[in-house]
């Protein structure tokens, strides 16, 4: 009603809204887009078909408790977006660290920079997990900058963002980090109990039982 409404065509069944099933409650049917609009009016101005692309790169920065399974979360999801044909690499934060000192260290920063960019989604997985060192954190800031806005970032961490200040070292590096990272994101928080905590106690009770005893 409200899009018939906007392109001026009366009566509203001149209008067909075809909305495909997205899968359970992702997606929105509801919900008028301002881009759904826009296209709408120019394939009435066009007098032809249009197709909406979009191409902003939107960061995933999933939270949480050690065990509550973000990391396991974060594989699933790249799991499937490579079987819809996107390219994303894997890595923990250590591993990439230590890979982005070797090519300053050896002048090939820029070269691997432009080797990350190759990747639509970059999984960057434990982030505060371990205690980095500053040059370790400067050279990793920088890898943020590069991405921002130009390839997504998916990021795990046990540290919410007020803790971020013992990972950059400093305030401002801290807050220039954390502003690139959340601006076009997606923030997930999965307070959870540990599945590992959760898996001992239920395999505790079990030998404990009166059953497992008489055996």
Known sequence: LIMSAFLGLAPEHKLRVIAPDVGGGFGYKGI?????VCLAWLCRKLGRPVRWIEDRREN?????????GKSHAMCALAQQ???????????TCGTLVQ???I???DLRLPKLFRQLA??????IDDLGYVQQSREEMEVLFLLLAERYERGSVLLTS???????DQIFKDT??????????????????????????????KSKRQDSSPEQSKK
């Not at 995933?60 to 509550?68: T, W």
């Not at 046990?158 to 971020?164: C, G, M, Q």
């Open 99 to 101: 890979q982005l000192l």
């Open 158 to 164: 046990n540290l919410a963002f007020s803790k971020w």
């Open 103 to 105: 090519a300053k260290r």
């Open 118 to 123: 190759s990747f639509e989604g970059l999984i």
């Open 32 to 36: 008028l887009l301002p881009e759904e």
């Open 172 to 201: 401002m590096t801290t807050a220039a980090a954390i502003d690139r990272l959340v601006h076009h994101s997606v923030i997930l928080e999965m307070n959870v109990p540990s599945y590992r905590v959760e898996t001992a106690k």
């Open 60 to 68: 995933l920065l999933v939270f949480g408790k050690p065990g509550s």
């Open 81 to 91: 977006l490579i079987l819809r044909g996107h390219s994303l690499l894997f890595t």
